[in-house]
Nanobody, 125 residues
Framework: EVQLVESGGGLVQPGGSLRLSCAAS????????MYWVRQAPGKGLEWVSS????????YYSDSVKGRFTVSRDNAKNTLYLQLDSLKTEDTATYYC??????????????????RGQGTQVTVSS
């Protein structure tokens, strides 16, 4: 069974930082492109970032480019998202997501259906 478990969310002031983690199990993690997506209150799911199976290719949405950094540790089956220079508009539930197929195709603006339960990030003073 595929499991994706996010952690690391919390309440942070504007300008602050957080590091989100996603522990993956139930599949061969290093074979899959991974994604981060988020959902702000009252809004739909929004693609945030993509990372290739070996971590060599990364993409970011314009809204987070230069502030967020995606990475992965395939030896630990873990995906990360470093959030820096946080803004109030970054407040959302953040989900890690797995590509539905073990393919070498890194997409932008893509929201996979295989997702974890999410971790809440609240940016407020």
């Amino acid at each position: 069974e595929v499991q994706l478990v996010e952690s690391g969310g919390g309440l942070v002031q504007p300008g602050g930082s957080l590091r989100l983690s996603c522990a993956a199990s139930g599949f061969y993690f290093s074979n899959y492109v991974m994604y981060w997506v988020r959902q702000a209150p009252g809004k739909g799911l929004e693609w945030v970032s993509s990372i290739s199976s070996l971590g060599r290719v990364t993409y970011y949405s314009d809204s987070v480019k230069g502030r967020f950094t995606v990475s992965r540790d395939n030896a630990k089956n873990t995906l990360y998202l470093q959030l820096d220079s946080l803004k109030t508009e970054d407040t959302a539930t953040y989900y890690c997501a797995r590509d539905p197929y073990a393919r070498n195709l890194v997409l932008k603006d893509y929201v996979p259906s295989v997702r974890g339960q999410g971790t809440q990030v609240t940016v407020s003073s």
